[in-house]
């Protein structure tokens, strides 16, 4: 299947304003899927407890973080989301030469959620988790809710407060590259070239058995993996180059509004329109500085254009959110009756409703909104930066009293 969605992004000092880490992605899906954002506090399990997935169930841990996730409301895991420590983690579609399984297995959005964020505290903590069940459940199964198969191998983007780091997969193979650039970004292929920084043990070997590595040329995972020449994700016009444009455009002064600029941009395709739409944006501000909180805003709506980013902080005591969160329908949901998919239930939540009824509104009378909607934004990141400056001049008061 030729790749068609998703672009995650990150963009570190100095590429920033702030000393402060900038993520960003689009979750691009098919146009009538529903996307909440839901939060589940961090719990404590016993010796032996066992944790449903979307498909399968794994071994649970003894303590599991805090996470705020945008996810398709019929699965279990999320496209891309946070946790308490300020991990953030998106995902990406991605196909090569390795065969795709079609065996129910773990989904990419179920190693966002379980691997990288509920089980880790750092970047490359989620990582290591990340490739661990991989290597011990797989990844498999349709990503879509339908009938139909739809599925893929994974790609990763994971970020923290110091430092990010990229994750590809080939079934059980992987390669990982530290992101040392001022900015990043991946999207429906594999980027990972020759600067490896970490890689399964076996990955190497195993593309010479294949016959797609000839053990003497320098190993470009990119070029070993992928089924078409990587050289095209650079080519003019293709998602991937014209992202990283988008990044390099305000590089040295990127702040939440700019990566919002980015994720509503609609010329360059990363603002998805058609069968497979932007159905879910998410743009987090990571402080260098640990006094300060991390901010994670979500639209929990189609097309970051006409939608409005919303923030999330962790704090003590986060209540379940109502009004982003799609009707729960238990054992008779039909993700979990065999064969599956066989009805489509309304999993509107009630934000999406209002939106819809917001666009018919909106082309019913003819009057442009974005404007206000951009605006809105603005201002929810405008509170955030006066946030942290009251945050910076408490701090520095109190250090100068002693």
Same mark, same amino acid.
Request: with cysteine.
């Given at each position: 299947m030729e790749p068609c969605s998703c672009d995650t992004f990150v963009a570190l000092p100095p590429s920033t304003v702030g000393a402060r880490i900038i993520f960003g992605k689009n979750s691009d899906r098919p146009s009538d899927e529903v996307q909440e954002i839901v939060y589940f506090p961090g =719990?404590?399990?016993?010796? @032996?407890?066992?944790?449903?997935?979307?498909?399968?169930?794994i071994e649970q841990v003894g303590k599991t973080h805090a996470v705020v996730l945008s996810r398709p409301s019929w699965l279990?895991?999320? #496209?891309?989301?946070? $946790?308490? /420590?300020?991990?953030?983690?998106? $995902?990406?579609?991605?196909?090569? !030469?390795? #065969?795709?399984?079609?065996?129910?297995?773990?989904?990419?959005? &179920?190693?966002?959620?379980?691997? @990288?964020?509920? =089980?880790?505290?750092?970047?490359? @903590?989620?990582?290591?988790?990340?490739v661990g069940l991989l290597e011990k459940y797989r990844q498999g199964g349709n990503c879509m809710e339908s009938p139909m198969a739809f599925t893929y191998h994974n790609s990763f983007l994971i970020a923290d407060r110091k430092e990010a780091w990229i994750l590809e997969t080939a079934g059980q193979y992987w390669a990982a590259e530290k992101v040392d650039e001022g900015i990043k970004n991946i999207s429906n292929n594999l980027s990972i070239t020759t600067k490896i920084d970490r890689e399964h043990p076996r990955m190497k070997e195993y593309a010479k058995t294949k016959g797609w590595w000839d053990g003497k040329k320098e190993f470009n995972f990119a070029a070993v993996y992928s089924y /078409?020449?990587?050289? =095209?994700?650079?080519?003019?016009? &293709? =998602? /991937?180059?014209e992202g990283y444009k988008l990044l390099r !455009?305000? !590089? @040295?002064?990127?702040?939440?509004?700019?990566?919002?600029?980015?994720?509503?941009? !609609?010329?360059?395709?990363?603002?998805?329109?058609?069968? /497979?739409?932007?159905?879910g944006s998410m743009v987090s501000i990571l402080p260098q500085d640990p006094s300060q909180p991390c901010c994670h805003f979500f639209t929990g709506t189609p097309d970051p254009s006409r939608s409005v980013f919303k923030p999330f902080i962790f704090v003590p005591q986060v209540q379940q959110f109502v009004s982003t969160a799609s009707p729960v329908l238990g054992s008779d949901d039909p993700v979990k009756l065999n064969p599956r998919f066989q009805t489509s239930p309304d999993r509107r939540h009630e934000l999406y409703k209002k939106h819809e009824s917001a666009l018919r509104s909106m082309e019913t009378s003819q009057v442009d909104l974005s404007q206000f909607i951009v605006e809105a934004s603005v201002h929810h990141t405008e509170q955030f930066n006066f946030f942290i400056k009251l945050t910076d001049n408490f701090e520095t008061s109190f250090k100068e009293k002693g």
């Open positions: =719990r404590s399990y016993g010796a @032996g407890e066992e944790l449903e997935c979307t498909y399968i169930k279990w895991g999320a #496209e891309m989301g946070a $946790n308490e /420590f300020g991990v953030c983690i998106g $995902n990406e579609a991605v196909w090569g !030469k390795e #065969e795709i399984d079609d065996e129910e297995a773990l989904l990419g959005m &179920d190693l966002v959620r379980l691997l @990288g964020l509920e =089980r880790a505290d750092t970047a490359e @903590g989620a990582l290591d988790v990340i /078409f020449n990587p050289s =095209r994700s650079s080519s003019s016009g &293709d =998602r /991937f180059c !455009k305000h !590089k @040295g002064n990127i702040t939440a509004e700019s990566m919002m600029e980015i994720l509503s941009d !609609k010329p360059s395709g990363i603002n998805m329109e058609g069968g /497979f739409m932007t159905t």
